[in-house]
DNA sequence: GAAGAACATTATTCAACGATAACATCATCA
DNA sequence: TGATGATGTTATCGTTGAATAATGTTCTTC
C-alpha cells in the first residue's frame, strides 16, 4: 500500500511519514506542489494527504489538476484553515477527507485506513474470519473453533479467495482466475474436485456447513 | 439518488432532510437504529447520514451490522462526541466521515456529494429493490419485507430482469431473449412456467401483489 | 353467455451439474 | 533414484433444476 504526503512542513511530513511507514505503508514525500503532482501523475498510490499551503502550486490546483486527469488516487486534505468555506471548498474540488491541523495521528491513520477499505473493498488484514473459522496468513495456520486444520498450498489459497469474499458469491471462472491463474477454460473440474477436498477437511463432522454450492452459480462461504 | 438519515433529534433531522431535499435528493428519515438497519437493509441508498446516539440500536452497531451484511453503503456518521477516540472508532467501525455536532449544512452536503463521487466511478449497483423486495447480487440473497425467499438460478435471473425493468411492461418475446438467450419461439410455456414459480414464492401469502400479468403484452413487477 | 384464446398450475421427465473417489502425474528432497 | 506429498485428471453416480406437456382457470369478444 503507497501513500504520498504533500507537505512543506518538515516536522509534519516525518511525523506523519514515520507513522505511516510503521503502520506497514510505503509512503513517498514531496514538498512543494509542483514535486506532489508530478509524483501523483507519474506513481500510484493508494491513498494521498496533500496540504493545502504549499510552495511552488497550492494544494487546490493540484487537486483539481489531478481529477482534471482522471487521476482518481483518494486525496485527505490537511489544512490549518477550519472555515466551513474551506472544508467545503476542499470536498467540492476532489478532496475526500479534510482534516485540520493541529490533527491526532491516530485519526489520520483511520481516515487512511477508511479510503483505502472503500477503494478496494478491505484492508489487508493478517488474519481472515468467517463465524467459527479462522486463518491466519502469516503463519499459514487455519483453525475451525479450537481444531487446527492442515491445509495444502492450493486448498489455502482457495479459502483464502473464499473467505476474503465471504458472502459473496464467487464464480468458478472467477475462482479459477484468482487461484489457478487461468484466464480460459481448462476443460476440467479442478475446482470441484479441490473444493470437494477443502469441504472434507473444513466442514466434514459439523452439523453447521460453511462453504455452500449455488448451483449454476458459484460457491460462497458464510 | 437517495439518502438514509437516521436520527433521532426531530429539529436536525428535519432541517438535514429538508436542505438534502432541496438539494435534490430523495431523503428517507429513521428515527431510531432499528429502523434505520432495517431501511437500509431492504432498500438501497447512494448514501447514509447516521448518528451514534440512537434509540433501540446505537450508530455503532448499526454500522456494523451493515459491513457485515456486505452493505456498503457509504456511512456519514453524525456525532456529539469530538474526541479523537471516538472519530478514530467511526472511521474503524466502517464510517466513511464523522462529522461532529454542531455541524454546517453546507459542510454535510459537500460530503455527501463527495462520498457519492467517488462511489460512482465504480460498478453497478449490487443490489435491486422494488417496494418490500430486495435483491442482493453479490450474495444472491433475496428478501421479501424480512423473509429470505430462495430462488433457483433461472428464477433469479428472471427476477433480476423484472426487477431492472420494474414499472415497465416487458414482453414474453424479451423475457425469452434475456432470460433464456432464445431469440426464437421455442414454441413451449417455459416463460409462463416459470413465473409461475416465481410468483409462488414472491407472491403467495402476501395481499400486495408484486408481478402483474397484462394480458396480451407481457408482465410488470411493481 | 358460449367459445376460444391467453394465461396459470401442476406432475413428469430428463439432462446438466456437481460431488466424490480412485487414479495419474509431477515435483521435491533425502 | 525412489519415496512422499501435492496436485491434476478421469469416471461414475446422485441430485436438482428446468423444460415439457397436460390440465385447469380466467378473460375477452361476439
Redesign the pocket.
Known amino acids: 500500500m503507497r501513500i504520498l504526503i504533500v507537505e512543506d512542513d518538515q516536522k509534519i511530513a516525518s511525523f506523519v511519514k514515520h507513522g505511516l511507514r510503521a503502520a506497514g505503508f510505503a509512503v513517498d514525500h514531496a514538498d512543494n506542489g509542483e514535486d506532489g503532482l508530478h509524483l501523483a501523475m507519474t506513481e500510484s498510490y493508494d491513498t494521498s494527504v496533500i496540504d493545502i499551503m504549499l510552495p511552488k502550486l497550492d494544494g487546490w490546483s493540484l487537486i483539481e489538476t489531478l481529477r482534471e486527469k482522471k487521476i482518481n488516487t483518494p486525496v485527505i486534505i490537511l489544512s490549518a484553515k477550519r472555515s466551513v468555506d474551506d472544508r467545503v471548498k476542499g470536498l467540492q474540488t476532489g478532496g475526500d477527507y479534510y482534516l485540520t491541523k493541529p490533527f491526532a495521528f491516530s485519526e489520520l491513520l483511520a481516515c487512511v485506513q477508511a479510503l483505502i477499505r472503500r477503494a478496494n473493498g478491505e484492508s489487508e488484514p493478517t488474519r481472515l474470519t468467517v463465524g467459527p473459522l479462522s486463518m491466519n496468513l502469516l503463519t499459514r495456520e487455519v483453525f475451525r473453533a479450537d481444531r487446527k486444520i ?8 482457495l479459502l483464502e479467495y473464499l473467505i476474503r469474499n465471504s458472502g459473496k458469491v464467487v464464480s ?1 471462472t472467477m475462482i479459477m482466475e484468482h487461484v ?1 491463474d487461468y484466464n480460459f477454460d ?12 477443502l ?2 477437511k473444513i466442514d466434514r463432522g459439523f452439523t453447521k456447513k460453511l ?1 455452500h ?7 460462497v462461504i458464510k
Open positions: 492442515d491445509l495444502q498450498p492450493r486448498e489455502f489459497a468458478k489457478w481448462p476443460q476440467t473440474n479442478v475446482v470441484e474436485a479441490r473444493m470437494c477436498r469441504r472434507d462453504i454450492t449455488i448451483r449454476g452459480v458459484g460457491y
